[in-house]
């Protein structure tokens, strides 16, 4: 059997950690079938207007294939514009794709809306059928409600036309469904490392990480800088490391120097998957103070290595926090926040990081997981014929 996953966003030259969940899924489904990733991408920094390249990442062939968006000029010309760029750069990666790789007999597209129209096309002109995994947050914070008609009516038909829908949390399935999107779905969860990575040394009580892409509105980094301000005089040890990068990390650099925390909490900049597991392991404890958030792959990440969690009850950590492994708090409290800080540090020789480990050993490994999506496979194309 040979699959081929359309992802909407990938690693790439660019930004070597958005996507690492999906490339985490493309490895554990190459343990059942043939597996290909053909992803577009844009760089505004290249010079052609197109260019391409193919690897080979632990068993998955992987085709990037980048194009060369106009960022100035207004929106109305702009989006169609970089759309028609899109699409020709899809169809040139589409052909080498199948020179030399042949045919699949299903497409994996996970997140709409773009990567949905090549699979429209293939479906229509050579019939191979497409299932959806569907991971983004708009759908958890309005984002989708605020999409035009023609949009939604389009992502509406594209659902339907899909042969089946997983989802990497209950409560996005649950949306989709509400959305009017989806009749049935399937939970299929993110994968953790766990054969790769040990569990890491205990690390200091008063030893904070958030691990965050830094959009404020979404993951609310700046209401962990206001508990910083609020323990300030009861746990003058206490040290916040942030690593991530985007479009608000500017400000939230200003803000930690306009409270004088300069000297409490380093920015780290964007890193790849390894240095922030790295930074992730001499760690105390992990904090998670989003808004929304689909899954929270750093949450499993953090207790597969045996670090507790801080997190709020804000749609995808849930699945993992219980009271052997950290604690939940309501979302936008910066007291609770910091009263949940102030317990950690205080009972965090409590935690044993083996036991935090079996809390997700067995649910979210490659084979389990690569399991699920080919047993899903099966019956799409048992189905299909």
């Known amino acids: ?38 992803t577009i991408l844009k760089d505004p920094l290249m010079l052609a207007h197109y260019q391409d390249e193919v690897a080979e990442e632990e068993g998955v062939w992987t085709l990037r294939a980048y194009y060369k968006p106009l960022e100035k000029g207004i ?25 030399e790789r042949g045919y699949p007999q299903l497409i ?16 229509r002109s050579s019939a191979v059928p497409f299932m959806i995994t569907e991971h983004s947050s708009e759908f ?48 299929v969860p993110n994968v953790l490392p766990l054969e790769q990575h040990r569990v890491a040394a205990k690390g200091a009580p008063q030893s904070a990480i958030v691990v965050a892409d830094l959009v404020d509105r979404v993951k609310n980094i700046s209401g962990v800088l206001e508990a910083m301000v609020l323990l300030r005089d009861a746990l003058p040890e206490l040290r916040l490391v942030v690593v991530g990068g985007g479009v608000d990390e500017r400000k939230l650099r200003e803000m930690a120097s306009a409270f004088n925390l300069d000297d409490r ?50 749609g995808g950590p849930e699945a993992f926090i219980d009271g052997r492994n950290g604690f939940l708090i309501p979302k936008d409290n910066t007291a609770a926040l910091a009263e949940a800080i102030r317990n950690m540090v205080a009972v965090h020789e409590r935690f044993d990081p083996h036991a935090i480990r079996e809390t997700v050993h067995g649910r979210y490994s490659p084979a389990v997981v690569g399991r699920q999506f080919f047993t899903i496979y099966e019956r ?6």
């Not at 799409?380 to 014929?385: D, F, G, I, W, Y």
Request: net charge positive.
């Open 380 to 385: 799409v194309l048992a189905e299909r014929n």
């Open 108 to 123: 994996h597209v996970h997140v709409l809306t773009r990567p949905s129209l090549l699979a429209l096309r293939e479906r």
């Open 140 to 187: 958890l914070d309005g984002r989708w409600q605020l999409r035009s008609f023609l949009h939604r009516s389009f992502m509406r038909s594209v659902f339907r036309k899909s042969m089946a829908t997983t989802v990497v949390s209950e409560r996005l399935g649950t949306a989709l469904h509400d959305a009017g999107l989806v009749e049935q779905f399937e939970v």
């Open 75 to 99: 929106a109305l010309w702009r989006t169609p514009i970089n759309l028609l760029r899109y699409w020709r750069a899809a169809r040139l990666a589409w052909g080498r794709f199948i020179t």
């Open 265 to 314: 909490i380093t920015f780290t900049g964007q890193l790849g998957p390894t240095d922030t597991l790295a930074h992730i392991a001499r760690s105390g404890f992990l904090i998670v103070n989003s808004r929304f958030e689909t899954f929270s792959v750093v949450t499993g990440e953090a207790l597969m290595l045996g670090k507790p969690v801080i997190a709020t009850r804000c």
């Open 1 to 38: 059997m040979h699959v081929v996953f359309l992802p909407k966003y990938y690693l790439g030259r660019r930004d070597p950690q958005v996507g690492e969940f999906i490339k985490r899924h493309a490895q554990a489904v190459s343990g059942f079938v043939q597996v290909s990733v053909v």
